[in-house]
């Protein structure tokens, strides 16, 4: 029941609309265009924690400008913590629970992050400047959290419900936010539909093998600290993999 607080006035200043493409709609039986825009909402709780949702889009121009704007209706607001949510395609199967990694700054919140099963993040690469908020909002004294979840790259869905629910499932761990059915419907339809067509191709049934192989690996050797002992099969696989990334 979150109600809107604002939104950008011209957002063509921040965002290319080839890239991020308006919208035509039949709302109430008139035809409207939808523009892509930052979209900023509230919800107020009776008990717990106030919330205010940005939703933000990756800044094609003026990004440092974007930035500043978005730090300073954090401090305007008085925000205490600041929670950035996203996801990134990884080298995961769907049939396991979907890795979440992040960090955090502040009183207990590490602590609630290891309570909520998300797991350190050594990330080295490429990022989004938007990163730059969770960085700059930790100067001004605000606590922050990063969430990512990592995706199956061979998916590339334009809505992954999976995702959705994984990452709810830690907002719940930290918030108690609920997780609505209907997006757990969807998410378990979402899965029975990739089973179907990796049960219809061999060479996506022989990837999905290996990531699962190398996913079951980590998983045994993170409790004892250990690296992975894999099979050279295996191991061939993972680089070929990682090659298609950084060509990516």
Do not use: W
């Not at 892509?36 to 509230?42: A, E, K």
């Amino acid at each position: 029941s979150a109600k809107q607080l604002g939104k950008i006035s011209r957002p063509g200043m921040y965002f290319d609309f080839t890239r991020y493409r308006p919208m035509a709609r039949y709302l109430a039986g008139k035809r409207e265009i939808i523009v892509p825009n930052t979209i900023v909402t509230y919800a107020k709780q009776d008990e717990g924690q106030d919330f205010v949702f940005i939703n933000m889009l990756e800044p094609n121009m003026f990004a440092e400008h974007y930035i500043h704007s978005v730090l300073g209706l954090l401090k305007t607001l008085g925000i205490r913590r600041y929670c950035l949510l996203g996801s990134m395609y990884d080298m995961v199967p769907h049939t396991r629970q979907l890795i979440v990694t992040g960090g955090a700054v502040g009183e207990n919140a590490a602590e609630e992050l290891k309570k909520a099963g998300v797991s350190s993040s050594a990330y080295e690469g490429p990022t989004t400047i938007c990163s730059l908020i969770t960085q700059e909002a930790g100067k001004m004294g605000i606590e922050t959290v990063s969430l990512m979840v990592r995706l199956p790259q061979y998916t590339q869905l334009e809505k992954d419900y999976t995702a959705q629910v994984r990452l709810l499932e830690v907002l719940q761990s930290l918030y108690g936010i609920p997780i609505d059915e209907e997006i757990l419907r969807r998410a378990r339809q979402q899965i029975k539909d990739i089973d179907i067509e990796v049960s219809c191709s061999r060479k996506l049934k022989e990837v999905v093998n290996h990531l699962e192989t190398y996913y079951d690996a980590q998983s045994v050797t993170k409790q004892k600290e250990e690296t992975p002992t894999l099979s050279p099969e295996v191991e061939s696989f993972l680089k070929e993999m990682e090659n298609r990334f950084k060509q990516d």
